[in-house]
């Protein structure tokens, strides 16, 4: 199982009520389930994903994180994680007010694109970035609105948002992240994890 | 009629108030058994019919000789598969094979009720068929299923008697007939109204049968549950029997020629009245209206555990509809999953053979089924 998914489940408490938005495949929810809490629910927006869910016995709704979370009621979830989609929403604001407003605390990871090798790409090249976290071309990319480690920091503070806790993944080890080591963690990690609360 | 003597059926004794305030009793429900109940009396099912639908959802139906009417989704090894369930399935009160309904024989006068028949709805329907779990000592389903019709059942059923059912799947329908649902109701009815030979539902005593309205109410029923590009392709402007138009009234298309033809054998099969009937329960079915409103009270003190499925192409139950369960199951946190599935056979899609519905059903209950055993071990 990835990396990021061991480190999110280690975030979660037991038994608490968990909403996993865009959960693929299921993987993460069969994980939790299995380890952490039988009270998780996903939401995903591809039929095929949300068939193959269902068949596994998981519970998941098909719809998109910018349409249908506003049928949860506040605070219905004590976790809300949303996994490497932010970028891909056309309103990722209003997607973390709702994440915010359905769950207790929400859990977004983000691929970062203040990485080294994403920098290098821009700066070297003069192209657009292809990675392996980021594989695809400027043109069919379904991530509409990257940010880094750092743009995500000053958002939550600028929404008044707290961070309680934030790490980053750097080939699959686990670092601390904090606003110490935010300049040289923002140029060597791929991703970040942020469990966040309003 | 008389092979109607050979269907299964228990008489329900105790008496039951329905929704018109009419009181009935000594009625009864004629069902059909699919699989074998285990001892433990964990792997039932309880399947509800829609509207033309009866009892006979697998395997040959006797009456018509015709497979029944869920054979995609129900028999050995299909999804719903009676090698590992035991499926009950019930012709609804205001039905035509067998139970309490407008051509049951009124034992005074030796003729069919007809439109003495009281006004049924949905929930009479439902609190009459819960008399099957008496019947056959099941203190709590596995599941209740349905599509259409047999979905608002599930609705009803789980709503009145909240912990008798782990699993509830309702399949393309509604809980509120929409103004669109009553209007093509209505059409059929009033087709089978203006059949001179209805004579006020005493037919029967007139030895006269409405096949031409009961027909045109089939034709019209027919279409809604086809979408128009399943139509288009199957039909087009395809010629039936022909090469050019004959420039008269006969079936020129191959479209008319069907839609004749299931006029035709549906008037063999199903009773005029009961089209009556059962169309009139389905448009007063309206579930939030039951709550003042709010559907989500309607599930409030649910315990089971609930997938909601629609089709892209069904227009007359469409996905919006099914959507608004979902929302109302997640706004009281009930468990319920949702999809709505790809296909272009329209509102028909649950009954026909659409693998990405059928496939996900049976796996979805193979795999709840071991996780309601497991938790009780």
């Known amino acids: ?198 | 009629m008389n092979k109607l003597k050979q269907v299964k059926n228990i008489i329900i004794t105790k008496p039951q108030k329905l929704d018109c305030g009419k009181e009935i009793s000594n009625f009864p429900i004629s069902y059909e058994t699919y699989g074998t109940l285990n001892e433990k009396k964990d792997n039932a099912i309880l399947v509800f019919h829609a509207l033309t639908g009866d009892q006979f959802a697998s395997g040959k139906n006797p009456i018509t000789n015709k497979d029944g009417w869920w054979s995609y989704a129900l028999g050995s090894g299909k999804a719903i598969d009676t090698e590992k369930f035991f499926v009950i399935c019930a012709n609804v009160i205001g039905g035509c094979m067998g139970s309490y309904g407008p051509s049951t024989i009124d034992e005074e006068t030796g003729k069919p009720i007809g439109t003495n028949f009281p006004v049924i709805t949905i929930n009479d329907m439902v609190n009459a068929q819960y008399n099957l779990l008496e019947h056959f000592k099941i203190d709590k389903l596995f599941a209740v299923i349905g599509g259409s019709m047999g979905g608002m059942q599930v609705l009803q059923f789980v709503s009145n008697f909240p912990d008798k059912a782990h699993i509830a799947i309702p399949i393309a329908c509604t809980s509120s007939h929409s103004a669109q649902n009553i209007a093509f109701n209505e059409l059929g009815r009033q087709a089978i109204l203006a059949d001179t030979n209805w004579k006020n539902g005493l037919y029967e005593q007139n030895k006269t049968s409405p096949d031409k309205g009961l027909a045109v109410a089939r034709m019209a029923a027919h279409i809604t549950y086809l979408s128009k590009k399943g139509l288009q392709e199957k039909f087009g402007r395809k010629l039936q029997e022909r090469d050019d138009l004959k420039f008269s009234f006969d079936a020129d298309f191959q479209i008319e020629s069907y839609l004749r033809y299931q006029g035709s054998v549906f008037v063999d099969r199903f009773d005029a009245n009961s089209y009556l009937y059962i169309t009139r329960a389905m448009d007063y079915f309206d579930l939030s209206k039951q709550f003042n409103g709010n559907l989500s009270a309607a599930f409030s003190n649910t315990t089971s555990k609930f997938f909601v499925i629609s089709f892209t192409s069904d227009w007359l139950y469409p996905t919006a509809e099914n959507r608004e369960i979902v929302i109302a199951l997640n706004a009281i946190g009930a468990d319920v999953g949702f999809v709505e599935i790809e296909s272009d056979k329209g509102h028909d899609s649950f009954l026909l053979d659409v693998p990405d519905f059928l496939d996900t059903l049976g796996n979805y209950l193979k795999t709840n089924y071991k996780t309601v055993n497991e938790k009780r071990i």
Request: glycine share 6%; charged share 25%.
């Open chain 1, 1 to 198: 199982m990835k990396k990021e998914f061991k480190v999110i489940s280690e975030l979660i408490s037991q038994n608490s009520k968990v909403l996993d938005v865009g959960c693929g495949d299921g993987e993460l929810m069969k994980f939790l389930k299995d380890n952490k809490t039988s009270k998780i629910r996903g939401l995903e927006i591809s039929k095929n994903r949300v068939q193959n869910c269902l068949s596994k016995g998981l519970t998941v709704i098909e719809g998109n994180a910018e349409n249908d979370l506003q049928q949860f009621p506040n605070n219905s979830f004590d976790f809300v994680i949303l996994s490497q989609t932010l970028q891909a929403f056309l309103d990722p604001e209003k997607v973390i007010a709702e994440l915010l407003r359905v769950g207790k605390k929400a859990i977004v990871t983000i691929p970062n694109f203040g990485y080294w090798k994403v920098r290098i790409n821009l700066l070297i090249k003069g192209t657009m970035p292809v990675t392996e976290n980021l594989p695809n071309e400027w043109y069919n990319t379904p991530n509409l609105h990257m940010c880094t480690l750092r743009d995500f920091f000053n958002f939550c503070s600028k929404r008044e948002i707290k961070i309680f806790k934030s790490l980053a993944l750097k080939n699959n080890k686990t670092l601390n992240l904090s606003a110490k080591n935010l300049a040289w963690r923002n140029l060597e990690s791929q991703l970040g994890i942020f469990l966040i609360e309003k």
